[in-house]
């Protein structure tokens, strides 16, 4: 026997005491955060389509695979400032729906 649970059931709760606020109402501490989350995606993609090479690097070594993941780290965090994918307006706008239905307080 299968029971469904209510979308409210299912949905965590976020205490007001939990919930960070901003200072003067800015969007500095989310925004980071957001911008955060989506550099961390991004590494994780670059970081999959190095894995995916279709052959053998003749030069490779552990120094050059170091100094790529530290420039994709680089670029990630670039491509995540630029705000382009999407990724981190869409976190940035869930937290801030979620703060304001729990009492109007704001996230920093």
């Known amino acids: 026997m299968m029971t469904s ?3 409210s059931a299912t949905t965590a709760r976020v205490p007001a005491a939990a919930t960070p606020t901003l200072a ?5 501490g989310l925004r980071k955060a957001a911008e955060a989350f989506e550099a961390v995606i991004l590494r994780q993609l670059m970081a999959s ?4 090479k279709l052959g053998d690097d003749i030069f490779g070594s552990s120094a050059t695979d170091n100094f ?3 420039a994709d780290a680089r670029t990630a965090d670039s491509i995540a ?7 981190a307006s869409m976190v940035e706008a869930q937290f801030r ?3 304001a239905g729990s009492g109007g307080g704001s996230v920093q």
């Open 24 to 28: 003067g109402g800015g969007d500095g």
């Open 81 to 87: 400032s630029l705000r382009q994918f999407g990724i």
């Open 68 to 70: 790529r993941e530290m």
């Open 49 to 52: 389509m190095r894995q995916a």
């Open 97 to 99: 729906a979620r703060v």
């Open 5 to 7: 649970l209510s979308p």
